[in-house]
């Protein structure tokens, strides 16, 4: 991998991974751009014990534009983007709307290939390792800052997300403090240490995962599976086997191994709802009117260990903390999505209406041959 290092026309940090050494990146960025200004504040809600980032200026961020005026797309002759070069293999960019900005934290775009039309599930396993290297980087770089307690890398797909952008893509979220859901887990990571006398949560988990019926797919390294008490109605966890608080801590072999078994699971979501693929069961669950259906929105997301202290999670330790990528998505059947309604959104009690038992098992049946 080399990495190359500029900066575009209003100042933020641009950075390019390629897969040959021997790339050269040069390109200047040409357009007449004023340096960003942001507005990013963030509120602690004093009932709840969170916090929530108020950004105005995203209200003018770039919504759906033509593909022929896409911003993630490389530059080509007249045709400015946010990329100064005519093609790349993995950039990563500031953000020029950022939810997170200056003592606030950061924000910054991941795009996974120069390929507008492509998705993550249609890169090759090295292009899938280049990203895994690009977000394993920006995780160490972003620790570094003062004001980031906690690096999230994530992918939304899917205009049924909220994608406003149909190139594929990601971001990095570098909060500066630990998030809610985090906290939540090293929490319970702390009560269970107490309670057993020193067993890792994590640890227990994933072994009564893979001694039970929800295993997606298991590799020498890699492990995947329905949570038992799975809040989205396709739901998927992948854990490394040997317990690593985050990405820098992955060894070679694990490393290695991922593309393989992620681009996998990705290539599965993009099967669930498709009649080719459904049997006789899928049938009674919708997947056979699924001809035509577009491809399966997914939010897949990176859990960390955060770098800050966690004196408060008392004698849990950045180790105890298991890595671990969370894949979702919001379709519960073909044409049905799962909305976020009065229980989920008013009171944060999740109601799944496909069994976590038979979203594995449709998981399986639609396994590369």
């Not at 396709?234 to 992955?250: F, N, T």
């Not at 992620?262 to 009117?289: H, M, N, P, S, T």
Request: net charge negative.
């Amino acid at each position: 991998m080399k990495k190359t290092s500029t900066r575009l026309a209003d100042g933020r940090e641009l950075i390019y991974y390629d897969l040959r050494d021997d790339t050269v990146r040069g390109v200047v960025d040409r357009r007449p751009l004023d340096r960003t200004v942001t507005t990013s504040e963030i509120r602690r809600d004093v009932l709840l014990g969170d916090s929530v980032a108020i950004a105005s200026h995203r209200q003018g961020r770039t919504y759906h534009p033509p593909a022929d005026e896409c911003p993630l797309c490389p530059t080509r002759g007249e045709r400015l983007s946010e990329i100064p070069d005519s093609s790349y293999d993995v950039v990563v960019f500031e953000n020029r709307f950022p939810s997170l900005a200056g003592d606030s934290g950061r924000c910054e775009v991941v795009c996974f290939t120069s390929d507008h039309d492509a998705s993550f599930a249609d890169l090759t396993e090295e292009q899938a390792r280049l990203v895994l290297d690009a977000w394993t980087d920006r995780t160490s770089e972003l620790s570094h800052l003062p004001s980031v307690e906690q690096v999230f890398c994530f992918e939304n797909r899917g205009e049924e997300i909220g994608v406003t952008l149909g190139h594929p893509h990601g971001q990095i979220y570098a909060y500066p403090f630990t998030t809610p859901r985090t906290a939540l887990m090293l929490s319970s990571l702390a009560a269970h240490k107490e309670a057993t006398g020193g067993e890792n949560l994590f640890d227990a988990v994933l072994e009564k995962e893979l001694a039970g019926e929800r295993v997606v797919l298991e590799d020498e390294h890699w492990a995947a599976f329905v949570p038992y008490a799975a809040h989205w109605p396709y739901e998927v966890h992948l854990y490394p086997k040997r317990r690593v608080p985050d990405l820098l801590a992955l060894d070679e072999a694990a490393r290695t191994e991922f593309p393989q078994v992620y681009l996998e699971l990705l290539r599965r979501f993009d099967r669930i709802f498709d009649r080719r693929d459904a049997g006789k069961e899928g049938a009674r669950d919708g997947a056979e009117e699924g001809a035509g259906e577009p491809p399966t929105p997914y939010i897949a997301a990176w859990h960390q260990a955060p770098f800050g202290a966690l004196e408060e999670f008392d004698g849990v330790t950045r180790d105890d903390f298991a890595l671990h990528l969370e894949l979702f998505t919001i379709r519960r059947t073909s044409g049905k999505l799962k909305f976020l309604a009065g229980s989920e959104s008013g009171m944060s009690v999740f109601i799944n209406d496909v069994p976590p038992e038979r979203a594995a098992e449709r998981l399986r049946e639609v396994a590369s041959s």
